[in-house]
């Protein structure tokens, strides 16, 4: 091979070859990208597992705590049940009242 071939090798590759260069630099590019993305997602992973473990950490006593607060949230249920009622049969009487007015 002569000194002249060596110098010139990139000019008499085919027009595949330099297709082929394209698309492997262009794959190249998506690699990074899809990289970077993925080092994203892993740092936003990381942020919401740290907020979970401490909204966990607030929480207190985990079921115990959970029952504590079903409890809770059953009784005020049940009074509000209970208000609810009360209005109905206050609704209820103010209705037959106005009935009454209109047949008068």
Not at 71 to 86: C, F, I
């Amino acid at each position: 091979m002569s000194v002249g071939a060596e110098g010139t090798g990139r000019a008499e590759l085919p027009p595949e070859w330099e297709r082929l260069e394209r698309v492997a630099e262009a794959a190249a590019a998506e690699v990074v990208f899809w990289r970077r993305r993925t080092a994203e997602a892993e740092e936003e992973i990381a942020r919401l597992r740290k907020a979970l473990e401490e909204l966990a950490a607030l929480q207190g006593d985990g079921p115990a705590g959970d029952r504590e607060q079903i409890v809770r949230l059953k009784a005020e249920n049940a009074a509000l049940q209970s208000r609810m009622l009360q209005a109905r049969k206050r609704v209820n009487a103010l209705l037959k009242r106005l009935t009454a007015l209109e047949l008068d």
